[in-house]
């Protein structure tokens, strides 16, 4: 076994602590990755206070995990040792049905395998994330980075990247679109990132308005405080395209009245609560409600050789891993920015 130093939450009430595990040995076609940076989703905060439900305590959190190949099994062909790589939400599925086929192993038939809280597909052994020294995934879950990005600042492309990437590439955001960003967060910025790219005109839709200078110097064009009724109702039909990142309880009603003819809300965010929304507002400009995860692995490689011919890289802080308790909590007050990343030398 590999032994590996992480940081864990113990239960849904308690702050988080150091936690020592074993990795498992290196199977044919592992990868063994020494884990540099691993950035902080609010995915994370959600299922360590087990908001979704089916909490595994104890959990090492972290999906955004980036670091170096120190050992490779015999049947790897992708990666040697010393490759610079990321490993994001999922490290497994069943590879045969037919959305793995197509390369969306996220919505594989029989469940994808989270990085972190999920049962490994022998239904015994429990997931453990990248808040920790090391990890060992399966190639085919293994991505290449480039090294010319700074390596700290593409940890959230794993998660936040790819699943702001995804649906907008899914939406065809392309020039000359409306695209509205909702929540400036680690996923919206992104978000916000990747439309600007695309050639969008992009507005920011967020309920804190001193984030408006940043969200021009991010890439947005516009920005809409959602809090203000009347900008709101300004703006009913105005967007093709909106992308919901918003993180806490929320109604879609408002949002699905802002879209055009045949406009696209594209939900990201998970809340607890089930949203609201008035079915008149969909029916009356045949406006849809799209939901989307993450991406495939090989729209994952795509969007990271997108962001290094571009450029694109995370607003990151980067936080040594004693003071994830305290991001937490900067994280619920909306204050990120736009991104935590844990520095695992610090462990
Ligand atoms: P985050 O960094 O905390 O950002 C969320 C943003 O939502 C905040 O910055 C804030 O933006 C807005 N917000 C927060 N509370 C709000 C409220 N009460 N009303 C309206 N807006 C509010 O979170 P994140 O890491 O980007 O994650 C966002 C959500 O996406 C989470 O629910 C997460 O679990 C989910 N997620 C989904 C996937 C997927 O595959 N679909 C992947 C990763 C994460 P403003 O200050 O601008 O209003
Ligand atoms: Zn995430």
Not at 82 to 105: A, L, T, Y
Not at 136 to 163: W, Y
Not at 171 to 181: F, K, L, T
Not at 201 to 206: D, G, L, N
Request: hydrophobic share 40%; proline share 4%; net charge negative.
């Amino acid at each position: 076994m590999i032994p590996a130093k992480s940081y864990a939450a113990y239960s849904q009430s308690t702050p988080l602590a150091p936690y020592a595990f074993d990795r498992r040995n290196l199977r044919p076609d592992d990868v063994h990755i020494k884990i540099h940076y691993c950035g902080v989703c609010h995915s994370d905060l959600h299922q360590v206070r087990d908001e979704w439900g089916g909490a595994k305590y104890p959990m090492v959190p972290g999906h955004e995990i980036v670091g170096e190949v120190v050992a490779v099994g015999p049947a790897v062909t992708k990666f040697a040792v010393g490759n610079r790589v990321g490993v994001g939400v999922m490290v497994d599925s069943c590879c045969s049905c037919p959305s793995c086929d197509r390369q969306m192993e996220q919505y594989c038939d029989e469940g994808m395998t989270g990085t972190y809280n999920s049962y490994e597909r022998d239904g015994v052994g429990i997931t453990q994330g990248g808040y920790s020294s090391d990890i060992v995934v399966k190639e085919r879950f293994v991505v290449s980075i480039a090294q010319h990005l700074d390596i700290a600042s593409v940890a959230p492309l794993l998660c936040a990247g790819i699943t702001t990437y995804s649906p907008l590439r899914y939406a065809g955001v392309s020039a000359g679109m409306r695209v509205g960003v909702i929540g400036l967060g680690g996923l919206g910025h992104m978000g916000v990132k990747f439309a600007a790219s695309f050639g969008a005109e992009v507005t920011v839709i967020s309920t804190s308005p001193e984030k408006e200078a940043d969200a021009q110097r991010l890439g947005a064009h516009r920005f809409l405080l959602s809090t203000s009724k009347e900008e709101v109702k300004k703006h009913a039909g105005y967007f093709d395209v909106l992308l919901d990142t918003i993180s806490a309880n929320h109604d879609y009603t408002d949002f699905v009245r802002m879209l055009s003819l045949e406009g696209k809300l594209l939900v990201v965010g998970l809340p607890i609560e089930a949203p609201r929304i008035a079915p008149g507002a969909l029916i009356s400009k045949r406006r849809s409600i799209i939901g989307s995860m993450i991406g495939g692995m090989k729209e994952t490689q795509e969007m990271l050789d997108y962001c290094a011919e571009k450029n694109i890289v995370s607003d990151v802080e980067v936080i040594p891993v004693q003071y994830i308790n305290d991001a937490y909590e900067r994280m619920l007050r909306s204050d990120v920015k736009y991104r935590f990343v844990i520095d695992l030398s610090t462990l």
